[in-house]
């Protein structure tokens, strides 16, 4: 059977998400390759995903935000191996700035899971927790708050 909506739905195109996210229901979940959230949750894609997260309008607007969860979980749980810690912080930067509560509760958890990596739990970060039941992460009584993350490296570095 095919997949109808994707050429390759393991590789899809940011147009393709784009248009897919704007009309979900066009594939049936069953549909999607096993795991696709995590397939989805990389780099080539990071940016339409929070293009898509930043819009309450777009009807899969809470799959996006949970994308976005997976590749902040992955970046930092891999220290920055996975995916650029520029370009993590340029999007934690973009979602306080531009964002609304969603997105910002977002950077401010991306923030405490980069300060105290034992916050991770593969259930809020990986499969949705903290989507389903958005919640501000705290940081242990030692720490003062989230740190920020560092910005562009200098010539030195």
């Not at 999007?91 to 700035?97: T, Y």
């Not at 997105?103 to 923030?111: D, E, I, K, M, Q």
């Amino acid at each position: 059977m095919s997949f109808r909506g994707f050429a390759n739905p393991v590789d899809p195109t940011p147009a393709e998400l784009r248009a897919w996210a704007y009309n979900p229901d066009s594939v049936m979940p069953d549909m999607m390759p096993p795991e696709w959230d995590l397939l989805v949750s990389g780099d080539p894609l990071v940016n339409t995903l929070f293009d898509l997260a930043l819009d309450p309008a777009c009807p899969a607007r809470r799959f996006a935000l949970h994308c976005l969860h997976i590749y902040a979980a992955d970046a930092i749980r891999t220290k920055f191996k996975a995916h650029p810690k520029r370009r993590l912080r340029r999007l934690v930067e973009k979602a306080e700035d531009e964002g609304d509560e969603l997105l910002v509760l977002w950077a401010h958890n991306t923030r405490m899971l980069l300060a105290v990596p034992d916050l991770f739990d593969y259930r809020d970060w990986c499969e949705g927790g903290l989507v389903r039941q958005p919640r501000r992460l705290r940081a242990p009584a030692a720490l003062a708050g989230p740190p920020a993350l560092p910005g562009p490296r200098s010539p030195r570095d």
